[in-house]
């Protein structure tokens, strides 16, 4: 029954992001580039519509619902910044960090499929702080960083590891990138509309990781074609 409602739940977001439309343009502004803190973070106002409300909105929607929030805080933190301009900064923002987030919550719908539904969760207040999702196996606790493999993102996750609140949550944290070129073990599979997804197969291979012992907190140190790299 659950292992059914697991592949229910991702196959309806799966089509979902299939009806999503990319716009390459919106990636290349970067008039903000800020990160927006506290209730400014658009992480809460994702949390509350795709898992408190359902409300599973393409990337317009949620910057319309989001503006309609914050609009009046937003002036004040950039003064000087014309609102035309502005709108166009937020707007092109939240397309990048959106566009990042649905692909966390693939992956966390993709892990209830393969873990079970009861070991795989998420809370806004630890997805805040870096933990996309957490998952139980065995007797320990895994922590489930995602993120686009590239080099700047692995710099990053390292300076995270010794700076950040969230890889001091108990127990242990996992780096899981996944790559956007082809051929790896860790790539995406890309929907119709361009839009790049967790496979089965990563998430099993990441299973058998666990299974065999091979991952510790914070271990993993980069990826080659076939596997993980660890310290």
Known sequence: MYMGKAIDDVRNFQRFLSTLKKDSGLFRIKTIED?????LNPTDCLDDLFFQQNRWVNFEDFYEYYLSKYLPQLRILYPKMAESELKLGIKARLY???FGILTEYHAYYASRCIFGIGNVY???LNDKIGVDY?????SHIYHVHVFVETDRAWKYRSFKHNNKNGDHLPGIHVDL???LKKGRFNSVSYLPNGFGIYTSCYLKYFKQEIISGNIQNGNILST?????IYA
Request: no cysteine; net charge positive.
């Open 35 to 39: 990160d927006l803190k506290e209730k």
């Open 177 to 179: 990138p996944y790559s």
């Open 224 to 228: 080659t074609k076939e596997g993980f």
């Open 134 to 138: 957490s998952i139980t196996l065995g």
């Open 96 to 98: 990048r960090t959106q």
């Open 122 to 124: 998420r809370h806004k």
